[in-house]
């Protein structure tokens, strides 16, 4: 079953605007991670956050976490028309047999207008 | 290196047919996982292997099986293929002591 819930599920906006995508999650987790996947393209890992850590940067990227409500930011900085994706968050979800697995969001589809 | 690569990248099957798409890494992963992409519903695991000679089953196995033939190459076969595996297949990738996952280019597979 899906664990993320990406919200928007799409969204537009101008170049030089700031995008901020929101994903919640159902059940506890060790870490939370967003991947970027541009048209007919396969995905692309951003940023990783644990769950002890409240906010995390990279370049234009902010993501913010907070486990107590179960939800997770990224806010994109001065967007530019090449930030034109899907973004998708993915959780960490440990199998009987010890190894990691990731469950996917269905998604925020993010149009930048030049 | 080339990462992860994976062939056929597009593929239209009838109904009935059977078909096994390839995925190779160069990265010494020992993970490796097969997801389907539908329209509106992100990525959903089929199967992935943990290491060489394990395989598990994910979220939607019906209809899948896999071999995980050696290190650097994992196989999804479809058996008997229906018009519900339309999807596009991606494999992914992951190194031990990692949590990102690195992701082929995709499979786009129609079955009619």
């Known amino acids: 079953s899906q664990q993320g819930e990406e919200d928007p599920q799409a969204l537009s906006i101008q170049e030089g605007e700031n995008a901020t995508m929101n994903c919640s999650y159902k059940?506890?987790?060790?870490?939370l991670q967003w991947y970027r996947q541009n048209s007919g393209r396969g995905l692309v890992h951003l940023i990783l956050?644990?769950?002890?850590?409240r906010e995390k940067h990279s370049g234009r990227l902010r993501v913010t976490l907070d486990t107590s409500k179960k939800s997770s930011s990224l806010l994109i900085t001065a967007s530019r028309a090449a930030d034109t994706a899907s973004y998708f968050c993915a959780t960490d979800e440990i199998t009987q047999g010890g190894s990691e697995k990731l469950v996917f969001g269905k998604g925020t589809k993010l149009t930048v207008n030049p | 290196n080339a990462g992860v690569t994976q062939t056929p990248k597009f593929q239209v099957l009838k109904t009935g047919q059977s078909m096994t798409l390839q995925c190779a890494q160069d990265m010494n992963h020992n993970s490796m996982y097969w997801y389907r992409q539908d329209p509106g519903m992100g990525l959903r695991l089929i199967y992935y292997?943990?290491?060489?000679?394990?395989?598990d089953k994910g979220e939607v196995p019906n209809g899948y099986n896999v071999s995980r033939l050696n290190k650097r190459e994992f196989s999804l076969r479809l058996e008997s293929a229906a018009p519900s595996q339309t999807s596009v297949y991606f494999c992914a990738s992951t190194g031990t002591g990692w949590v990102e996952q690195y992701f082929g280019p995709g499979t786009r597979l129609t079955v009619t």
């Open positions: 059940t506890s987790i060790n870490n």
């Open positions: 956050i644990r769950s002890n850590e």
């Open positions: 292997s943990a290491s060489e000679g394990t395989t």
